[in-house]
């Protein structure tokens, strides 16, 4: 950490803030600037964090120079990771592609969508049986009865599965159903899920929050890995910005970025990422060139009668079309389709 | 709802999408522009909610008119609500002062605050015992060792106790203490703990979160309400921009802006807001001005000890600095201090 | 500036970054941290702006710790500036009102909303004649007649006149008519016209840009002194985030933020940054008592009529209870009314 | 036009309104709902945007369901516009690659980039003559001289020339030796700037602005369409987001989205986009794949000597093995390379 003082702070404030900085066991570099002093702080994060610095008379800024993250990072672990989903491996040479419906409407609805994905080369079905809404009045979700279904759509196809947990309860109910413990944008600082699917040790699919930073995320998965669970996946699925023409600005450099910093696998989800089955395709296909270690992708066998994000879904033969296209991408950038 | 049909919209897409509608027990006013048709919706919001109608050929977009929550509003209730706190009335007349430490860091250090805010005239005392924080190697609170040395502060001075719950779990625990239930941003969209509070009776105090809407956040109070929990104040605590000289924005317009949608009353923390104590200051003034029902003010004995946001709080002399200027506003607005 | 470098870099590399720096001129304090070297750069900002520091190998990122501004710092001058135009001193104790209509309509509609501001205690008479516009096909303002007509209500009244240049052309153009040169938010950047009001010795009346920080906008109007242009008023008037219930976000923290960094007085325009005439009244109290030198307001005879803005204009009787208010608040933050 | 009525709207405010605008000359459909009216607008969109209608009593809001432009759309021109920029077509099935240094610093190095870029099958030189600084004491670039190494510089290798006017006096100036004028995106909505860049008639390559929306940006291609000049193209390079780790959000999902409104070419500028030179091999790639007509890339025969952004500048060798990567991708999508 970095103290900056401001250009009028006098020799006895320097001392002050040295002495208790010195006193809760750090030591310190101090350069006197031609216009300003700064000093830089040197030891245990924890303790730096616990010093109320910017209060301190005569200091205009601290600034921040190493991450609160360890277990996430390159520095702690320099090759890739990859998960292994009951025999299914995510962050390696293969690409992942979790496909299904955005909510688990109906058995009939949900079989024939894990038939459609399963065919066209996805091994993950995806489908909400918890569904978070704005509105209390919304359509929340098929709850225990669709997480049934989802398990009876795995063991019929082989596809594994992927779907949210919404609160700490949840957890040990769909860890029963599910292959991958999902926790969505909404609960991505709900630090209190983030231990519980930590201490549970089941694969976990982390979204990023509507307005997380990248940083914040390394942070919400370290919560996960703090609890010895080292298999978790991140999900970008767009941030909110002031652009209204998608639904979120889906960000794509989150991909590279997150490649630099950690070994853990990145997913994109490019359908609550754009709001609009037309860019759905196009940014699934960027996804892969850019990075990504696989895709989500909402798919209904009839999106006219889906009962939530109907203008978000690919039909089947859309969905056919990009997994062509990705087949054709993988090699450039080192991968394989399954 | 509002139907746009594309430009190119053939009359047997525009019949479909009216015969879908009106299928599912909708009525329509059809619209024929001079370059478009439009299709207005009539009926059960939870009818069109279902309707995937982006999807349908021939529709552009689709535009909602109406809110999605109803308890909330004005047009359910026409007057202001007033809160009854255990005798504090909060949005009546009178201005609400919630002020205390960040966290609660020790027995002495909460017993010293509560003198001093009760002194200044504040009728609550705020203070975390249960502290979300990004990283999990930081802080994170006294827990129920924290909740008693808030009840015992309450009991010493008569003050108020607001502290905030972080799941399902620490509901019926803080709610042994405390007199409100704080929401934190964080967990602002975590349906299940809103309806749990919801479920407690208890009077709330409902964050806004960093990157919410002020339409998502009537409908995060409106999951409260829905639980026939009617004590729901909304607190406005900064929303993420790209500004970053402010730890956020403190978006005060949103006070008005509430107060013209709904009856609930409206607090404004203006120290997490700016997380800049130098800005605190004028920022509660502003709020008061602006018509904000209360405050909610980080104070700390000393504020260069603090465990967590040392650079927010307010020195006790300057807290009553404070409370002189906004006792001098009040009256401009209507209101009145303790 | 700091640079810190990666945890696994060699000596070879940092010893390469230091003679880098020093080969520029600059000096360098060392400091060897636990994980990671950090080296601080002392001298001339210029210097250090042309190291491309970040693309040299073992370099992780560089911060800047100060500012690229000077002559519109508090360091550079401490007192608040005071600037008088024509007689009328903006930033002094006196609070500066600017009201009128969006653009100039017709000259009856000028001179009739002149005198009702006047009578209502305002200093100044503002009105587009240039309007810059999103689309091409939306009504441009009655460009050098709108001019004329503001001059003669100038003359008419007594008020001082601020409107719009629009580019290097109308600068001498709106100088013969016009007291302050106002800067809209989508030139605040355009640095080629920052330069020539600088060199016209005007007032100027520098808006906040949709999107810039304060940061940002300090170094606008340092573009504009650079000039010898001392000159210089801010006006805050919202900033574009994700919430869409408002036009823009009022940032009124920058009304403090400013401040502390700069001399220069900063105007608030509640119009524009709520895009709502009912928010508007509560966020100029709100403005007044978090420390603004003066407001910003539209005014006009008969908003339904305007040609454009028209919902976010104040009837007169609304602007006259505004005015009442304000000149209660105005001494519990030690200013006057006119 | 949509009028949205409050659901307490009398009868009276209802006949006012639709009296106001059928007198304006528009036909209305009146659709009483089950909770409010709505008023549907049918005629000129100029006659509709004159109306002040949410100023009248019983308006809640009006919703625009109609863009503001023409030329730019896809309604107004199916096919895809393909710009001949001196014999070099833009947005054809082949891809577009500008390439270069940010800023022109001597004839040696500039000469050197676009020896480099040429070899690596670029068509296009970049290169900032005029460059618009945040400081006013920050390099400003070569000015006339620049563009006279850039003329040199494009005679040598036969590559065409982009580079930024920053006014009105440059457009003049620019044209004499480059064959596209760049609009930056600072200038997206100087309008001033656009018009004059319009009734230039030379290809033009418009940046979008840092918190410029969609729609924003196709408006100010209208303006510039609108003066008769109808070779132009957009240029996505990123957006202001809360986002600290990249300099920008790279929007690539708005290259999608303007394929889908618009008949015009699209260029990705993945190195202002994310600001570091890590991430811009990805995200080129992903652009590419995402359907963008072309890629403009920073390169620079040795970063660390660069005089502006060196940190986002690829190095000769990482640009050579990004266009390898691109001409894998290209058939994928339906292009190919030079």
Redesign the interface.
Known sequence: M?I?MI??ATQTEIEQVIS?VTGAGLKV?V?E????T?I?L??E??LM????????AGVEKT?S??A??KLVSR?FKNEDSVIDVGGVLVGGPQLTVMAGPCAVESRDQLLESAGIVKAAGAQFLRGGAYK????????QGLEEKGLEMLAEAGAATGLKIVTEV????SVAVVGAYADVLQIGA??M?????LKAVGKSGMPVLLKRG??A????WL?AA??VM?EGNYNVMFCERG????????RN?????????LK?LSHLPVIVDPSH??G????VR??A???????ADGLMIEVHPN?????????Q?LTPANFRGLMN?IR??A???GRRMA
């Open positions: 970095i900056v250009p009028t208790r570099h350069s600037g031609k216009l300003r700064i830089g040197i030891g994060k924890k964090a616990q010093l109320p610095l910017e209060a301190m600034i120079v190493t609160g993250y520095e978070p809404r704005t509105s209390p009045y919304s359509f919404v609160d700490i309860q909404r609960n600082q709900n630090f209190q899920l509507i307005a930073t990248i940083n914040e942070h370290e919560y703090s941030i909110r910005t002031f652009e209204d023409y998608t600005t889906l960000d794509l450099s989150a991909v590279a970025a630099n990422g754009t609009l089955w037309k860019l196009p940014m296909r960027a996804a892969v060139a850019g990075g999106p006219s009668e889906a009962l939530s994000d109907g203008s879904s296209e054709a991408i090699p450039v950038v």
